[in-house]
C-alpha cells in the first residue's frame, strides 16, 4: 500500500491486492457462506502477515500500518467485500489491543508478534453458566499458591475454543470483593493439564460454542494483565476503533450481495424471485438500511478521524448494524424458500447454489449477533441512560 | 389445557394425544426419529394407528371414524407441541383423506385398512415442500399403454416420502391435455426414492420414476379440473400443518416464560423486565390469534366439504400466512430472550426453533401465502 | 327480527333492516368517513328506538331485545359494515350499564328511558390535567354542602362534552382517604350554573375533546351512584360485553372497505392502486390480521355465551383492535397518497371521492383509540401480570 | 448543537439559523403564515433574503455566496426545525438554482437579483405534491406562434404556488415530441392560481393557463433528456425536503423526551418505564440514521454536479424512503407517548405531528420511493 494516497486511491490497491492475492478456494467458500477451515484461514493470516497486512490498525510498532481510522473502516469493508475470511476478532480486535495497552513489556513481547505472525488464535473467557450479560456474578476463582494462581471453575459460549491456543479470562481473584471489584484479566495457555474443552453443537449444525472447565489450572503469576482485581477495567474497554467496526458494514454489505446472488439466481414457480415485488421491496428497505447505517458510521469515524472521543452513543451502531446482519440473512432463506429446507440442498432438480445449503445454517448463526458482546437490549439500556439520560 | 371452544369430547381427544406426547414421547424418541432414514419411527406410527389418529376423519364405512376435520387438527397442535417428528400432517390426513374419496372400493379395500391401523403409510407425493398452491405438474409424463400406464420422471421434495408404502403422484398425460393421479406401491419396478432430511429432522424425498407400470389410475382429468379436485387435500393439508405449528409455537413460548421466570440477571429474574414482559405479551397475543384463525380456517374446512372452495381457500391461505409471521416471531424470541442457550443442539428449545424456522416456510412463506389471500379479494372474477 | 332465528337468518334480518332504513345521507357520510351532524345522529337514534332497536344489549326490562351475546355481536357488525353511525359508547355501553348495575331505582326510571329514547347524550368525566391514565391522583373535589355536593375542579379530555346533556364523573369526596379511596361515582347535569365547556380542536380539525370547568357547581345527593368513595369500583366495572365490543370488529371491516374503495378508485401514476403489489400486500396482511382477530373474538364470545367469565385475557381484543383500526387509516392515507394531502382535496383534477377529503383527519382521530380508555401501553402490563403472572 | 460533521462556516450557519428561528418564529409567526392565503409571509420571505439564505447555493457570479448544496440543507434542517412555515424547500433553493444554470444572461439578470434579496419568489410548478419522479407533464401544451408559444392547461398540485411571483411550467409542445420549460411571470394574462392549503398548514396551489402567451422557453428538449436535464432539481428539491424534516423530526423528539421526563404517572416520570426508554432509543436512533443519510445525500449532490445521476437519485430516494419511514414512527410515537394532549392543536407538539405525516408523503411516499431504488438496483442496464 502507498504511504499517503487519497482514500479512494487506497480503496482500489486494497481492492486489488485482495483480488489478486486471496486463494480461489477460501473465495468461492466465503462467497456462497461455507464455513472456512482453520488452516485455510491460518495460511491466508501468514500472507497477509507477510504483506503487513494482518493487523493494520494496530500501533506500528507492534505491526501496524500508521493508517487513518478511515483507511483502516475502508480496509475492513473491501477485505469483506472481496471475500476474505472475517478475522478473528477476540485475536485481533481484542486480545491484541488490550495487550497494547495494559500488557506489560515481557507480555507484549511475548504475544504481540506471534500474533501478528497470524499463528496464534485466541479464544475469550467471560460468561459463565451464571453470569452471562451480568458479569458481576462470575465465580471462576483463581488461588494464589506458591509463584502461580489455581484457576477452578468453568466458562461457557467460549466461541472457538476447540481451535483457540490461548484464551483471556476474567477470573475472581477476592472473593469477598463485590461484585466487579476482586476481578482479575489473565492469560490461560489452553494446553495447560486440567483444562477440559466441550464443544456445544449448535442449531445450525456447526460448533461455534464451548464450555470449558478449569479443574486446578495452574496459571503463573506473570500471565495476570494489569493489577490484579482490576480485570474489570480491562474487560471494559473494548477499544474505540473497535467499537467503529461493529456497524459491520463490510460484513452487511458482503451479506447484501450474497441475498442479490440468491434472488437473482433462484426461481419461484418460473418467475426469478429478484423480479418478485415482495423481494424487491425488502431487498431495497434493507439496503436503504445499509446506506443509513453506513452514513451513520461515517459520522463516528470523522469524529475518530478528528481525534474526538467517540462517545457512548456509538452503542447505536452495534445494535443497527447487528440486526441488520439478521435482516439479510432472513431474507436470503425467504428468497430461496423450500430450496433452503435442508442441507442437502444442492442435490436438487432446481441445481441451486452452495448457497441454499447453509443459508439456514446462517441464519441462525446470525441470530448470536445481537446477543454476544452485549445483547441489543444492554445496547438499549447504555443508550437510554448514558445518551438520553433516562 | 381448558377450552371453551372444545366439546366435551375434543377435549379428551386434546388430552389423551398431550398425555401420549408427554409420556411417550421424549427427547429419546424424538432423536431416534430423527436419525431413522425416514424420519418416521414404524413403531410410533402403529402407536397413532392404536390411538384411532389416523382414521379420525374418514368415513365410519371405511373403517374410519367419522370425526370432524377440527378433531384432526386437534391432535395436530398436540403432536406439535411435542416437537413429534413423524409426518402426521404430511401422511396420516390427507392422503388417507384422498383415498377414502376418490379410490374405488377395491383400492379402498386394499390399502384403507393398513393406512388407518398404522401398519402402512401413504404420502401426497406431488405436494411440494415449497408453496403448495403451485403444484410443479410437469416433471412426472404418463404414457396410456395396454391394461394400464408407464409413469417417468422425478417428483420434487416432499414430506414424509421416505419410508412410504404408497405414493399419491400427479402425471401429465402424454395423450391430450390432461392429468392423471395414480397411487404407485412402493413395491413397484422402477421407482426410486431419495430421502433428504430437512433441516429441523423431519423426513423427506424425492420419487424417481424409471417407466414405472400402473394398472390404474385414480383420476384422470383436465388439468383445471384435476387440481380444483385435489385443492381440498392441498388446503387440508396446510391447515392441519398450521394447527401442528401453533401447538409448536405454544411450547416454545411456555418453555420461553418458564425461563425467564426463572433466570436470575442483574439480581433479578430477566422477566422482571417491563420491556421483556411486553414483548412476552406481544407474542402470547399473536400465538392465541393464530390459533384461533387456525381453528376457525380447520371449522370452514368442515363447513363446506365440497363447495366453497374460495372460503377454505382463503381461510387456508390466511392462516398459513398468519401462522408463518408468528412462528418466525416465536422462534426469533425464543432465541433472544434466551440467549446463548437457545441456540444450542442440546438445550430443549432448539428443536422447536428449528421447527418453527423450516414451518413458516413449508408449503408456502407468509409472501406467497398473502399473495393468494390477495388474488382471492381482488380478483374475484378470476378465481 | 323475530324471536329465535338462526344466527345467519338474523343477520340477514339485520342487514336487510339497516340497509331499507339507514336514510341515505347519514350513510353516504358515514361510509365516506364525514362526522355525521349531532341532528341526523338523533334522528337515527329516534328511529332505532323506535324499532327497539337502540340498546338490544340492555336487560329487556330496560328495551333490550333479551338476545344472545353472538346476536349482539352480529347486530353491531352488520350495523358498522352497512354504515349506520357508530353508537355514542359512553351513553350506550357505559352509563346505561352501570345504572342498571349500580343506580338506584329512581336513578333507573329517571336515567334509562330517557336514554333509550336516543333523545339523552352523555359524556365521560374522568380524566383531569394530571391524572390521564393514572385515575388515583384525580382532584376535583365534591364537598357535602346542606343538601348538595358542590363540586370544584376540572375534567379534560372529555369527548363530545359540547352535545352532552348530562356527565357521569369520578370526584374525590374524601381528600383524606389514599388514591383510589376517597372517590365517588356522580351525575352531573350539564346545564348547571358553574359549569364551563372549552373546546379543544383536535389536530384533525375536529372538535372532539372539551375541557370541562366545575365553579362551584351544585349536584343533589340523589345524584351519587352506589355510596359514596366507592366510586372505583363503579368505575372499574365496565361490563363483559362492552369490553367484548372493543375488538371493534364491524369497525375495523368497515375501515377495511374503506380502504379497499381507495386503492380500486384511485391512480397513481395511471395506475390503479389495488393493482400495486405494496398495497395489495400490506391490504392483505390487514386482512389476515382482522380475520384472526375476528377468530380471536370468536373465542370470546362463545366464553360468554356459555356463562363464563370472560376473563383478563379479553384485554388483548382492545389492544388488537384499535391498532389494527389504526392500520387500516394508515394504509388508506398511504393508498391516496398526495391526494390526501388537502381537506380540500374533492377540487381536483383526479375528481376524488369525499373519503381523500377527510382521509388524513380520520388516520390522526385514529390514534385515539389507543390511548384512550386504557392506552396499549396499559393492556401490555394488565396482560403481563393478570394473565401471564409476571 | 456541535457536530463533527460541519466545518466551522457551516458550524456558524447552523447556529445563525437556530438563533433566527428561536427569537423570530415563534407560535404567533408560524399561525400568521399558516392563516395567510399564500402560507407565506412576505416579510419573513424578505428576512430570509437578507439572511443570505436565498443564494446560498448559487455562484458569486450571479449574485449568489457559491455555497454548497449541503450548505444550504443545514438551513432546511433548522427551519424544519422551527416547523417554519414557508416554502423554503419548494421555492427558495431548486428553483433558484435552475434559474441560474439554465436560464440566458437577461432572464437571470431581471430575476434574480430580487429571488436572492426575497422580493420575489419563484416556484417549480412542474413539481407534483405526489410522486416527484413521476412529472405530469401531459396536462399544459405549448403551441408554437410568432414571436413565442401560447400555453393552456393546468398544473398538478404544487407545493408553494400561491403567491409565487414566477412559475416554472413545463409544456409538451404541439408541434413534435419534445417539451418546453418557461418561466411564467405572476402577472401574465391568462393564468389564475387555485391556492390549496395542506393539512399541515402549508400553502399549495394550482396553476390554470388558459391562452398565456410567452416570449420564451427556458429551455426546449426531447422529453427524455428533458427529464434528465430537470433531475437535478428534483432531486436537489427531495434532498433539501429530507433535510427539513430531519429537523422537525429532531424537535418533535426532544420535545416528547422532555415531557417525558417531567410527566408523572403512577407516581413516577412515565420516561421511568423501561418499555417507554427502550422506544424513546430506537427512534432517538433512526432520526441520527435518518440525519445521516440525508445528509450524506446532500454531500453526493455536491459531488456529482451534472455527472453520475444515478448515484445522486439512489440516495435522494433512499434518504426520502428512510425519512418517510422515520417520519411517520416519530409522529406516531410523539402521539402516542404525550397522550391525548399530543393530538391537540394548541399545544406545541402537534404542528410538528402535522407536519411530518404530511412530510411522508410528500414527493412520494415510502413505498414510491423504494421502487425508485428498487429500480436502481435491480434494473441498472434500464436506468
Known sequence: MSSNPSLQEFRQQVRSFVRSKLPGDIREAVRSGQPVPRERSIAWNRLLAEESL????????????????????????????????????????????????????????????????????????????????????????????????????????????????????????????????????????????????????????????????????????????????????IAKSLLEFERLKLARIGENKRRMARAREAGMTHCEAGVRVANSSWFRQRFSELEVRLMALEANAGRFIARAQAGHPIGADVSMLKMRGSQLIQLWEELTVDALGSAALSHDAVDTAEGLSEIAATASSRRFLSRGYTIAGGSSEIQHNILAKQVLGL | MSDSMFNEEQQMLADSARRYVERGYGAAELQASIAHPAGCLPEKWKEFGELGWLGIVLPEADGGFGGSFSDVCIVSEELGRGVVNEPFVASGIAANMLLAELAVEDVKAKWLPGLIDGSRRAVLAFLPTGNAYRIPCADVRARTVEGGFILGGETSLALGLAGADGYMVLARMDDGPKMGLFLLDAGLPGLTVRPCALYDGQGAGRLRLEDVPVAHALDVQAEPAMLERLARYIDGTIIAHCAQTVGTMQRAFEITLDYLKTRQQFGKPISANQVVQHRLVDLFVEIEEARALSRAAAGIFDECRGEDNGARRKYAAAAKACVAQVAKHCWKEAVQLHGAIGMTQEYVVGQYVKRLAAAATLYGTEEAQLETVADLTFDTVRA
Not at chain 1, 500508521?66 to 480486535?93: H, I, K, R, Y
Open chain 1, 54 to 233: 494482518l493487523v493494520p490498525h494496530w500501533p506500528s510498532q507492534w505491526g501496524g500500518g500508521g493508517w487513518t481510522v478511515q483507511q483502516q473502516m475502508v480496509f475492513d469493508e473491501e477485505m469483506c467485500t472481496n471475500d476474505a475470511p472475517e478475522q478473528n476478532s477476540v485475536t485481533f480486535d481484542m486480545i491484541g489491543p488490550v495487550l497494547v495497552r495494559y500488557g506489560n513489556d515481557a507480555q507484549r513481547g511475548r504475544f504481540l508478534p506471534a500474533i501478528a505472525s497470524g499463528e496464534q488464535w485466541w479464544c475469550q473467557g467471560y460468561s459463565e453458566p451464571n453470569a452471562g450479560s451480568d458479569l458481576a456474578s462470575l465465580s471462576t476463582r483463581a488461588e494464589r499458591r506458591g509463584d502461580h494462581y489455581v484457576v477452578n471453575g468453568s466458562k461457557i459460549w467460549t466461541s472457538y475454543a476447540q481451535y483457540a491456543d490461548w484464551m483471556f479470562c476474567l477470573v475472581r481473584t477476592d472473593a469477598s470483593a463485590k461484585a466487579q471489584q476482586g476481578i482479575s484479566f489473565m492469560l490461560i495457555d489452553m494446553k495447560t493439564p486440567g483444562i477440559t474443552v466441550r464443544p456445544i453443537l449448535g442449531i445450525h449444525g456447526w460448533v461455534v460454542f464451548n464450555e470449558v472447565f478449569f479443574d486446578n489450572v495452574s496459571v503463573p503469576f506473570e500471565n495476570l494483565v494489569g493489577e490484579e482485581n482490576q480485570g474489570w477495567t
